[in-house]
């Protein structure tokens, strides 16, 4: 009935059409990484400004001093400019970080799965309500796969 090429083309147009709706759906969810932000008021005029980042499973986030040369985009926190803040040290990573090493590269690579911290403390220079604002840039890859690299803003309230 019907033609052995008819069956062969049908068959490939299956597997056409399922790997497209596989891939739509993949790439319509949400991003594997989402934020949350927490101020807390250590002293006056000092704040801890924490970003949490929930990453997905089996998904992981690099960390900031990831080199630049390996195999994915480091994350990168700039905050904006702002006369009335000022930076108390640098960004600090709290959670489990994984060191492995890319053979083809050569280079060691650090990233984190499920969950990240990422610390800043910040001083007011005086004594008044102003905003926090950055953005955070992110890669976030699987064993087989990464997403382009991606960029999220912020505005958090100090006062």
Known sequence: MFTHKFVIAMKNFIV???SLFIALSVF?????????YKVMKLEERLYEVSIITHINRPWHIYSQFTPSDGPSLPTSIKFGKNPLIEMAGKTEEKGNLIT????????NFQYFSDKVEFVQK?????????????TIQYMVCT??????????SFNLDLN
């Open 100 to 107: 492995k090493h890319d053979a083809v590269l050569d280079v």
């Open 28 to 36: 319509s969810q949400a991003s594997p990484a989402s934020f949350d």
């Open 122 to 134: 910040v001083k007011l220079k005086a004594d008044v309500k102003t905003n926090l604002t950055g």
């Open 16 to 18: 056409l059409i399922s």
């Open 143 to 152: 064993d087989s796969q990464c997403s382009k690299p991606t960029t999220v």
